[in-house]
């Protein structure tokens, strides 16, 4: 496993669509695991492969909500609850930024195992924005594009002491 780069906002390789993976091998399981060391790394809740510079869909993602890393290749969205959530994002790639967004309350997602198997997963909270939020990365968009009001690192600490009392 390896710390891989994370590109950072501007370079034109996050504006990308990415394709999909038609062939779960060994550069994709190296993908998958230097991704998760990467993301942690960073102290990151969620990463996608183009903001290491690969152009597949592949996320992963560790909420911190005793899932552990999931793996997720070629996942789409395919239900978000109508009720929305407004609150803080920030992003690996846009580093010092941090942002109101809307997201759905829950967001469910189908995506493939590194062993080829199709499954779904229902995240709430904190996963369902994860799970938005680093789709949209495969397919070129960022954070900032929903930003509807930016904060400041203190608003953003202040907010995160609140949801751990």
């Given amino acids: 496993m390896a710390i891989r780069n ?13 394709r999909q993976v038609n062939k ?20 990151g809740l969620g990463l996608a492969a183009p903001q290491v510079g690969v152009l597949r869909r592949v996320v992963v993602v560790d909420a911190g909500e005793g899932e552990g890393v999931i793996e997720l290749i070629n ?4 239900k978000l609850s ?5 609150d803080v994002e920030g992003c690996l790639s846009v580093p010092g930024k941090w942002g109101y967004v809307v ?18 997963m229902t995240g709430e909270g904190i996963l369902a924005r994860a799970f938005c939020h680093e789709l949209e990365h495969l397919d070129g968009h960022l954070f900032t594009e929903r930003v ?3 904060c400041d690192s203190e608003e953003v600490t202040e907010r995160r002491k609140g949801t751990e009392e």
């Fill in 24 to 43: 779960i091998d060994d550069r994709i399981i190296t993908l998958l695991e230097d991704m998760a060391q990467t993301m942690h790394e960073a102290n």
């Fill in 82 to 86: 109508d009720e929305t959530v407004n």
């Fill in 103 to 120: 997201r759905p309350k829950t967001a469910t997602v189908r995506a493939f195992d590194r062993n080829g198997k199709e499954f779904e």
């Fill in 148 to 150: 509807t009001e930016y």
């Fill in 75 to 78: 996942p789409q969205l395919i």
């Fill in 6 to 18: 994370i590109l950072k906002i501007g370079d034109e390789t996050l504006n990308k669509k990415c």
